[in-house]
């Protein structure tokens, strides 16, 4: 059963059983009157709404009952209709100031106890809590967004009444895709978006890339998140074949629908290891390689100094990440956030309800959120957050092989200088930078990007490379008991990101005992 589906089913059962107060939270005012019109049908009840600007009419015939199109006036106007009638609704679209004990919240409690005398009932729809004593006085509904299905629906409904005038290549298919990019928004917002690209006079497989940017524009003023700007063109990660591998075989799933399977879609990694070795970098290129927005989450930002407004905060930042999806979720050196519920940080536990909202939203919410979350200090990495089933996979990043180190600079080179160096010169750097890390190659080729720059490509030569290179003092030569104690930790609970096993960068390309002949 649909979210839809069960919400007409309670809210005929509410109506049915004369419930005094109704209130619906909901954005979608004109969804929620179009469900209740099938569903008072065949109640043969009558049924006021009350909306700015149309006044009070009959929610079925439309037919004007009260020519005050005031809140007030359609409040005192449902309280006089209570006293002289039974079995009378009257549907409230507008009212304010009712979530808290103010005197309109009062007054409309008055009300619903005079519906509640005459088997009347009182309709709320509203984006905001009520005011306890008057909910207490009904009950409560929340409409959700479209359901796949139901946005699947609603896509095909627009489509079809264009068919046979424009161009459309999308198939089933491709409507169960788009679908599932739009879930998380309103009826209208979708159907604004389809309007869009509709007006492009047809409607092309390669439209779905535009569907998700036109989503990602909705949402682009929300705050929780922070929006990062991915050019696909200048991304690359060199090495880490066990983790693009693994995201190969995963990115179909993302999309897919796989509720027949009873398997949710892939919910994210978390990378740990060596600093400066593209864990950062590994969260831009996955959603440039998918393309998919891609949504930032500093948790530093969460704590907020009162009781309670830190998990508020990380709740409303992690529904616009709900209702954004499909989408890369980048938590950066997560375990900065998270640090006080292992520390026993003197903050009064707020460190471990972050820890527990954050870890049941991973597990429980069925959003299309593809969370990539690094770490370097696995130390402060709450033991929870290591438990199978929270992330999908556990990586380690570790120092690159010579392979890989070649492949780094060979990208770096290439866009920096705009040609390639020569394999003997290539090969001399690779040795020349044994327990580099990546962003340790980075910096030794820009700085010959730099000089290239300045005096011109002439300047480039194989003396400045090598001099470049000499000049970078790596992490794993000032503190190599920090990366072997990073590396033990991951042999023991991580997958190596490389493919190779970990540690493998310190003893590959020669042998750690030189043996006389």
Partial sequence: MSDTTEFKATLTRYLKARIPFISIRSAER??????????????????????????????????????????????????????????????????????????????????????AEHSGVVVVITTKPVWGQLQRAGMALTLSAPSEDEMQAIIRENLDAYRGHFPIEWDADDERRAAAILAGISRIEAENIIATLLANGRITKADMVELMHAKDRIFADISGIERVSVRGTELSVGGLGGLKAWLDKERPLLTADLRERGIRPP???????????????????????????????????????????????????????????????????????????????????????????????????????????????????????????????????????????????????????????????????????????????????????????????????????????????????????????IRAWGRERAVPASGHPIGMAATQGRPRRQVLG
């Fill in 30 to 115: 004109s969804r929620v009157l179009d469900l209740l019109r099938e569903v008072v049908a065949p109640l043969n009840a009558p049924v006021y709404v009350h909306t700015l600007s149309q006044g009070t009419r009959e929610l079925v015939g439309g037919r004007s009952v009260n020519e005050d199109r005031s809140v007030t006036g359609a409040v005192d106007f449902a309280s006089q209709q209570f006293a002289q009638r039974q079995n009378l609704s009257c549907v409230l679209t507008e009212v304010s100031d009712i979530e808290d004990d103010t005197a309109s919240a009062r007054h409309l409690l008055d009300v619903v106890m005079l519906a």
């Fill in 267 to 485: 919910r994210g990694v978390l990378l740990v290891g060596v600093p400066g070795c593209g864990k950062s970098l590994s969260a831009k290129a996955i959603a440039a390689s998918w393309s998919l927005p891609l949504y930032r989450l500093d948790l530093s930002t969460i704590h907020g100094q009162y009781l309670g407004q830190s998990e508020s905060r990380l709740k409303d930042a992690l529904a616009t990440a709900d209702h954004v999806s499909p989408c890369i979720l980048w938590i950066d050196e997560i375990e900065k956030g998270l640090a006080g519920a292992t520390s026993g940080a003197g903050d009064g536990g707020t460190s471990t309800r972050l820890v527990g909202q954050f870890l049941y939203w991973l597990q429980e919410a069925r959003a299309r959120v593809f969370v990539v979350a690094t770490a370097n200090d696995v130390s402060k990495l709450p033991p929870e957050l290591l438990r199978r089933g929270r992330f999908d996979e556990l990586f380690f990043v570790d120092l690159p092989t010579p392979v890989e180190r070649r492949e780094i600079i060979d990208i770096y080179v290439k866009r920096g200088l705009k040609q390639e160096q020569p394999s003997e010169l290539m090969d001399e750097l690779v040795e020349a930078s044994d327990g580099f890390a990546g962003s340790d190659l980075e910096a030794a080729v820009r700085e010959v990007v730099k000089e290239a720059y300045l005096n011109g490509d002439a300047a480039v030569t194989p003396d400045l490379f090598r001099q470049s290179f000499r000049n970078v003092v790596p992490l794993s030569k000032t503190a190599p008991e920090q990366i072997e104690s």
